[in-house]
T-cell receptor, first 114, second 114 residues
Framework: DVKVTQSSRYLVKRTGEKVFLECVQD?????MFWYRQDPGLGLRLIYF???????EKGDIPEGYSVSREKKERFSLILESASTNQTSMYLC?????????????FGSGTQLSVL | AQSVTQLGSHVSVSEGALVLLRCNYS??????LFWYVQYPNQGLQLLLK??????LVKGINGFEAEFKKSETSFHLTKPSAHMSDAAEYFC????????????FGKGTTLSVSS
């Protein structure tokens, strides 16, 4: 089975800190995604990448950046964390370029910004 | 732009009763449609998807969904609810182009009582 691993299950950071959320997939998938999940708002797409060093903005990219230096790793960066970025962050990957591909999700990182 | 509306943030049924979770979409092109499920403290997993062909799609755990183009709907059903079906369910849409990402609805929490 495909495994999508997020480095931390829970993370607590201070306002203004630079925060790195790491995601690694082990099945040579082309596409990787970062979503945030908030109660009542569902999943909202932050950024995605369909190839190494490529990135595309999602619906809510403000305050975030991403890095994909290697195919298996996709990092989400909060340049200066703010309290409104307290959320559950979900990483996902899919095999090919097609938009009908199944997404495989990690277990999520619950980030609290104090 | 594509969007997804899930009617009802919370649905409660009795064990053995019909489950009906509603999803309507908006898309400028023929869409790809998905249902994902999230059990407590877990990542999302795919229940079923519609891409082309037969409009009634069967998924895992006895769930099925029917694509109705005229109604722009993709409602999820299960004839008989089980306690283990209690989870959060997300409908998602894609415009079917390579290099695009899924857009999710806000989710519906299903509660099952004995």
């Amino acid at each position: 089975d495909v495994k999508v691993t997020q480095s931390s299950r829970y993370l607590v950071k201070r306002t203004g800190e630079k925060v790195f959320l790491e995601c690694v997939q082990d099945m040579d998938h082309e596409n990787m995604f970062w979503y945030r999940q908030d109660p009542g708002l569902g999943l909202r797409l932050i950024y995605f990448s369909y190839d190494v060093k490529m990135k595309e903005k999602g619906d809510i990219p403000e305050g975030y950046s991403v890095s994909r230096e290697k195919k298996e790793r996709f990092s989400l960066i909060l340049e200066s964390a703010s309290t409104n970025q307290t959320s559950m962050y979900l990483c996902a990957s899919s095999l090919g370029q097609g938009a009908n591909e199944k997404l495989f999700f990690g277990s999520g990182t619950q980030l609290s910004v104090l | 732009a594509q969007s997804v509306t899930q009617l009802g943030s919370h649905v409660s049924v009795s064990e053995g009763a019909l489950v009906l979770l509603r999803c309507n979409y908006s898309s400028s092109v023929p869409p790809y449609l998905f249902w994902y499920v999230q059990y407590p403290n877990q990542g999302l997993q795919l229940l079923l998807k519609y891409t082309t062909g037969a409009t009634l799609v069967k998924g895992i755990n006895g769930f099925e969904a029917e694509f109705k183009k005229s109604e722009t709907s993709f409602h999820l059903t299960k004839p008989s609810a089980h306690m283990s079906d209690a989870a959060e369910y997300f409908c998602a849409v894609s415009e079917g182009q390579a290099g695009t990402a899924l857009i999710f609805g806000k989710g519906t929490t299903l509660s099952v009582s004995s």
